[in-house]
């Protein structure tokens, strides 16, 4: 069974950059699709980022895309979101997820492994 840790949230202005990064405890992590959700307090969770099992598709909704860049090292075992020009709204708690489907998924149903979460606030 696959095990995630988030790390690199944190506190930062309007505009600042973050780059939170997904340690994966399995042998197989290269079978995996990876992604990443948020939830900000009293709202659902939403679709983040997502990158398939080869690292060479990746898929963003429009709220993000431009913005935030989802990447993968096979060698670390790590799953990375490069986060620019941060928004107060992008304040939430982000969630690593990992689906043994190896595609590009963007529903919360099709993740098998949860992180236990990183907080990212952004003042304005």
């Known amino acids: 069974q696959a095990q995630l840790e988030e790390s690199g949230g944190g506190l930062v202005q309007a505009g600042e950059s973050l780059r939170l990064s997904c340690a994966a405890s399995v042998r197989t992590f290269g079978n995996y699709a990876m992604g990443w959700f948020r939830q900000a307090p009293g709202k659902e969770r939403e679709f983040v980022a997502a990158i398939d099992w080869s690292g060479l598709r990746t898929f963003y909704p429009d709220s993000v895309k431009g913005r935030f860049t989802i990447s993968r090292d096979h060698a670390k075992n790590t799953v990375y979101l490069q986060m620019n020009s941060l928004k107060p709204e992008d304040t939430a708690v982000y969630y690593c997820?990992?689906?043994?489907?190896?595609?590009?998924?963007?529903?919360?149903?099709?993740?098998?492994?949860w992180g236990q979460g990183t907080q990212v606030t952004v003042s304005s």
């Open positions: 997820a990992g689906s043994r489907l190896r595609v590009v998924v963007t529903t919360i149903t099709s993740y098998d492994y």
